[in-house]
């Protein structure tokens, strides 16, 4: 089958079978150009909430299938690979993370959306890169506070509100990766270019980025500039959706340390292939499922989260 043979199928299985299709930034090209919406973690969990169709397929990684299971336990939820992981998410086993909670009575506890399920069961608001910072900013000043997996971002958070969240060890393999040594030489070579940062990434590289927020604060910061080149240091596929909405502006990708690549990618994300989206339409499998137990516990801390959201216009 061609590559065109099954964009058209995969078409005619979304129309047939009421399904939509949500796709995380960092997917492939092809899966983001085909999905309904492509989005930040923020926005794949309000649009899992909201949809009136019956079959949710989430391009994404395995946590996020699971979000929108958690939301919509009415509908199916379905994920081109069931293997598509999570390192952040791996991090972070939930026995190890409730018994770190328990040795540490009386603090409210945030988790990073980026988590299983059954974290997110021990968890009184789960959190985003684009709305931690307004979570923290609602609790009062004297909350004692937990924050996991993220130790970059839960660092980041804490400068931004002069808090001392009480850190789980966890990172991103994706940002953590990057070479602020090649990295300056980038900015070197282009001194006019502006270095756009995830808060995931180390405290050495936030401190030289000229802006940091999520996927999406970094979409949005680079259509609103009016400078001409970026150095991205986030995953690379975001620089799809920035060149579609930026055609004459430059985007070039950070390097990680250890490679020879231009750019640095999560595996786990490009697991995910236009030929197993179709599949997975067209066989309905692998399906994503959450124990009910869980569900019911989870559900309550990601609501919290959108109902902040909400509030600050996130």
Known sequence: MTKEEIIQNIRSLRKEKN????????QDTEIQDIADFVGDS???AKWAAKTTADIIVLC???????????LSPSKRVFIPDMKAGCSLADSCPADEFEKFINEHPNHIVLSYVNTTAA?????????????????????????????GPDKNL?????????????????V???HEQFSLIKILELKENHPDALILAHPECPKYLLEVADHVGSTS????????????QFIVA?????????KKENPDKEFIPAPPEDSTCACNECFYMKMNTLEKLYLCLKNERPEILVDENIRIKAVKPIERMLEISAKHGL
């Not at 399904?19 to 960092?26: N, P, T, V």
């Not at 946590?63 to 299971?69: L, N, R, S, V």
């Not at 804490?158 to 060890?169: C, D, F, H």
């Open 19 to 26: 399904a939509i299709i949500l796709a995380h930034y960092y």
């Open 42 to 44: 923020l926005a794949l």
């Open 60 to 70: 994404g990684v395995h946590f996020m299938g699971e979000t929108a299971k958690i």
């Open 119 to 147: 974290v997110k069961a021990l968890t009184d608001i789960v959190v985003t890169s684009t709305n931690a910072k307004q979570i923290v900013d609602s609790l009062p000043i004297d909350e004692k506070i937990i924050f």
């Open 154 to 170: 839960g660092d980041y958070i804490n400068k931004l509100t002069g808090r001392n969240m009480l850190l789980w060890q966890g």
């Open 172 to 174: 991103c393999h994706v």
């Open 217 to 228: 604060s970094i979409l949005k910061f680079a259509t609103n500039s009016d400078k001409k």
């Open 234 to 242: 986030t995953e690379a596929g975001i620089i799809h959706q920035m």
